[in-house]
């Protein structure tokens, strides 16, 4: 199993065995979906069957069970879905965020012409920047942002601790 871009080698998977694949890595079980009609037949269409997720002992250690992608079928993870959907969930609910894609995209067209060679790490900010605007209201600052490096450091805690094999 690949550590560095595992969707590399699923992809290949996908070529040579088709749309779903399955591998086990030391005892647990990874399917792997590789084509956008199976996952939204399989994740969409039959919800119920499918919604559970495997247990990751390494990220409940580090305080992530109660992460929205992290709960287990049942009133919680339903009532938490079904609030994200009534925030983000429809074309209507997303025009409220317009204005906000709007700011940020200027800034990182800005940035871009002041630092081309920077592109990863702009990026990276516009997006840091949107998610914690629109989740928090909060606006980031150019350079070291303290909420910006915190959920980076959060989402590498949460890869490394999900990782198959973790």
Sequence with gaps: MPHAKPWL?????????????HIE???EHI?????????MEMLDKKSSMY????????AELVGLKDVLTMLHYGDSLRSNRKNFHRFIGSRAAMKVF???????THRFLKRILAEPGGLIEHVRRTAGAGILRISHGCEVQEKNDPFVDLAERT???FSESTAPGA
């Design 51 to 58: 919604s559970d997720c495997p247990v990751f002992p390494m």
């Design 9 to 21: 080698t699923f992809t290949e998977w996908g070529k040579k065995y088709g749309d779903i694949s």
């Design 31 to 39: 399917i792997v979906l590789n084509s956008t009609k199976t996952a």
């Design 155 to 157: 989402l590498v805690i």
């Design 98 to 104: 317009h204005p906000i894609e709007e700011i940020e």
């Design 25 to 27: 890595v030391l005892g």
